[in-house]
Each structure stands twice: as structure tokens, then as C-alpha cells.
T-cell receptor
């Protein structure tokens, strides 16, 4: 079974530039998550999709971050314009369903490491 | 507050030693789930275990074991006879049923030396 695919693996940009990350979840997984992991910290949820709809984006800095999952499969996360504090690893995860009480677990991709100079 | 505390930032052991990673959590929910994830150098988080708040039975899986104690709000993870391949960052996480959101601790970096 193929895992969660993310690209690019690394990205270096200057502040105020824009950047986009791509995620392809495991086939058949309805729920997709984007997490931000700053160095030395645990991942923090940015946004959660159920199929192509947003379930939770309460922690997404909407003035500069946007995400979409138009066809309910792959997803892109964009930052425009980037700030120094956006330097982090951006992890994508997917699960079969949203109901975590049904013993579902998240499958994570390897992440995109973003450095903003 | 809903939070997870992993007080140990980094632990170093020599192969074959036993090591325990501590996790303390806070939540106002009576129903919640606790997780451990492993993050090897490749970056992806690998699921290790999930427990619900009503099941305090300890669990053993090979060299891994978990001790869940509601009385002390702790969910500790022990690796017996550690191996170099166990070197990774380990995250404890809490998912309160009221939010269905994973709250991660800051992680413990485990280095196992040959």
C-alpha cells in the first residue's frame, strides 16, 4: 500500500516570497490534515479536510496561508507571503474517516521542510 | 487546559539498556485517546499505539510496553533492550473526544548508541 506522498521534500525561499506544498493521501482516505512542525516542537494542526470540505481551519493563519482539496483527493497548501517564522516542516496526514473514536489512526507523509531566509 | 508534557528533551542510552519515556497529560474530557508516535530521521510520524481513557490495561508489544495510569495522568512508554534502530524522536499525543484534535507533546529524542 502506497503511503502519503508529499512534495517537494525541501524548499528554501526568501521572506515575502510565496510557496506551495502538495500532498497525495492514501487512496480511499476521506480525511486529510496539514500539520506544521516547528523545530523542537510537536506537530500543530493547521487544517483538516473531509473529502473536499474544510472541517477545521481554526489554527490556520488565513491572512497568509491557504489550502484546498478541490477533488477530494490531493491537496495543496500555500503560503503567501512567507515570513521567517514560517520555517518548519509541513506534514500531511490522512485517515480513512473522521471518526477517530472508531480506532482510526493517522498516516503521515515525510513532510516538506521549509526554510525562509 | 488540554496539553501534553514530555519533560525529557533528550535521552541517550547504550544498546540493550531499557529506557522509559515519560508522558503527562491534562484534559477536562472524561473520554479521550492517548497515542505514541515515532518520528525517525526520514520525517514521517509512525503510529505506535492508541489507548482510550476507559482502558487502563497496560500493553506489551514485543520490546515495547505502555503504562497508562489515570490517577497520575501519565502514559509512559518503555523500550526493553533498546536497539540502534530505536533512535528517533518519540511523541506522545492526546485527543480529547470533545475536539477530535490531536495535541502533541514536544517530543523526546532518543539516541541509542552501539
Amino acid at each position: 500500500e502506497a503511503g502519503v506522498a508529499q512534495s517537494p521534500r525541501y524548499k528554501i525561499i526568501e521572506k515575502r516570497q510565496s510557496v506551495a506544498f502538495w500532498c497525495n493521501p492514501i487512496s480511499g482516505h476521506a480525511t486529510l490534515y496539514w500539520y506544521q512542525q516547528i523545530l523542537g516542537q510537536g506537530p500543530k494542526l493547521l487544517i483538516q479536510f473531509q473529502n473536499n470540505g474544510v472541517v477545521d481551519d481554526s489554527q490556520l493563519p488565513k491572512d497568509r496561508f491557504s489550502a484546498e482539496r478541490l477533488k477530494g483527493v490531493d491537496s495543496t497548501l500555500k503560503i503567501q507571503p512567507a515570513k521567517l517564522e514560517d520555517s518548519a516542516v509541513y506534514l500531511c496526514a490522512s485517515s480513512l474517516s473522521r471518526d477517530r473514536g472508531a480506532n482510526e489512526k493517522l498516516f503521515f507523509g515525510s513532510g516538506t521542510q521549509l526554510s525562509v531566509l | 487546559a488540554q496539553k501534553v508534557t514530555q519533560a525529557q528533551t533528550e535521552i541517550s542510552v547504550v544498546e540493550k539498556e531499557d529506557v522509559t519515556l515519560d508522558c503527562v497529560y491534562e484534559t477536562r474530557d472524561t473520554t479521550y485517546y492517548l497515542f505514541w508516535y515515532k518520528q525517525p530521521p526520514s520525517g514521517e510520524l509512525v503510529f505506535l499505539i492508541r489507548r482510550n481513557s476507559f482502558d487502563e490495561q497496560n500493553e506489551i508489544s514485543g520490546r515495547y510496553s505502555w503504562n497508562f495510569q489515570k490517577s497520575t495522568s501519565s502514559f509512559n512508554f518503555t523500550i526493553t533492550a533498546s536497539q540502534v534502530v530505536d533512535s528517533a524522536v518519540y511523541f506522545c499525543a492526546l485527543e480529547p473526544r470533545s475536539t477530535d484534535k490531536l495535541i502533541f507533546g514536544t517530543g523526546t529524542r532518543l539516541q541509542v548508541f552501539p
